[in-house]
Nanobody, 121 residues
Framework: QVQLVESGGGLVQAGGSLRLSCAAS????????MGWYRQAPGKQRELVAV???????NYADSVKGRFTISRDNAKNTVYLQMNSLNVDDTADYYC???????????????WGKGTLVTVAS
């Protein structure tokens, strides 16, 4: 299967910036979608930002204009640059990848273990 490893989480003051990284490894034929979701205590997991193989992107309204997602296809790595962070951004951030492991195979979704982002006022 595909493994996803996140990094870059930590504690940051409101108004600051943070950059998350997620590297996919294992047998991968193609990646259709790769991006980030987040989950705060007592809340459901929600989409933050994703990017497709065709270059399209999709952002949550709450982060649009502040966060930027990018991907290095050669490294199978996705990044999330987070600027102007506020306390409402505090959550566990999870990397997500929808990929095929063979030329003829179903597209399967994979999740990372998560990295904690804490924004302090």
């Amino acid at each position: 299967q595909v493994q996803l490893v996140e990094s870059g989480g930590g504690l940051v003051q409101a108004g600051g910036s943070l950059r998350l990284s997620c590297a996919a490894s294992g047998t991968i034929f193609s990646i259709n979608v790769m991006g980030w979701y987040r989950q705060a205590p007592g809340k459901q997991r929600e989409l933050v930002a994703v990017t497709t193989s065709g270059g399209g992107t999709n952002y949550a309204d709450s982060v649009k204009g502040r966060f930027t997602i990018s991907r290095d296809n050669a490294k199978n790595t996705v990044y999330l640059q987070m600027n102007s962070l506020n306390v409402d951004d505090t959550a566990d951030y999870y990397c997500y990848c929808a990929a095929r492991r063979r030329v003829i195979s179903d597209v399967i979704g994979y999740w990372g273990k998560g990295t904690l982002v804490t924004v302090a006022s």
